[in-house]
């Protein structure tokens, strides 16, 4: 096979390894119209079975580490497409013919550093809401952007020249990476409003929420210093990461109660 144009990165773990299946049934309707490879980085320990994946160009390793940001990074050592898309079980693509519209929009703005898309924003309770404005400065200093990354498709040369994924977060390495792309001036962006990609929502659990807060305000003040952005965020989050905090601390208690 010719070096594919996009490597799609799929990070398999066990929080989520049962939404796999909603993933690989919008890859397989990619075979026919776009020229991609697909890494599998599974840290499941065997317990999805990905033996005869009806993919024609499909690498399966298994995890050297839990970090999910450690593991997108080993997968992009062994990437041969031009672009890197990164999505998890449960994201899928909207069309049959997603990659081939992507691939054209690459083309048309003559292979950007980074191409990314409008996103629909599904929440726990209500109907998805729609984001078809583009990324600013500002909205990165108040963390107004996904944790997930697949409205986001990488020139892989540059985000091996960025120093991939940092190891550091474990949940919000796309946040981190993406500030990185847009305080680096001289790479080229390009944004398109058709939304390509959609998932499964499923609510996760508290202290998973807890642990991508504090990443978030340590990566805004990493980048951005102690902006009026952070604090205003921070000040509407407290409220919710003692919440979240309280859920933890009690169920915790609770357990250990009924252990005695």
């Not at 292979?111 to 109907?127: C, K």
Request: proline share 6%.
């Amino acid at each position: 096979m010719v070096n594919p144009f996009f490597t799609v990165i799929i990070t398999l773990t066990n929080r989520l390894s049962y939404l796999f299946s909603f993933t690989l049934d919008s890859l397989i309707l990619q075979k026919e119209s776009a020229s991609f490879e697909v890494i599998i980085i599974d840290a499941t320990q065997g317990k999805v079975p990905l033996d005869h994946l009806p993919l024609d160009h499909v690498t399966i390793l298994p995890a050297e580490s839990q970090n999910p940001s450690a593991m997108l990074n080993q997968a992009l050592k062994m990437a041969k497409g031009q672009y890197i898309h990164c999505i998890s079980p449960g994201e899928f693509y909207m069309s049959k013919k997603a990659l081939a519209f992507a691939t054209k929009i690459i083309h048309g703005y003559d292979f950007p550093d980074l191409m990314y898309t409008a996103r629909l924003v599904r929440h726990s309770f209500g109907q998805p809401t729609v984001d078809m404005q583009p990324l600013l400065l500002k909205d990165l200093k108040s963390a107004h952007t996904t944790t997930s990354l697949q409205p986001f498709w990488f020139r892989r040369e540059t985000l091996l020249m960025l120093g991939g994924f940092n190891p550091n977060y474990e949940i919000q390495g796309g946040y981190d990476l993406i500030c990185r792309y847009f305080l680096a001036p001289t790479l080229r962006k390009a944004f398109v409003r058709r939304i390509l990609t959609d998932y499964e929502y499923r609510k996760p659990p508290s202290a998973w929420i807890l642990h991508q807060c504090l990443e978030t305000f340590w990566i805004s003040f990493a980048h951005f210093g102690p902006s009026r952005h952070l604090i205003t965020w921070l000040l509407q989050n407290c409220l919710r990461l003692f919440r979240f905090s309280w859920k933890i601390v009690r169920a915790s208690f609770w357990k250990r109660h009924v252990a005695y």
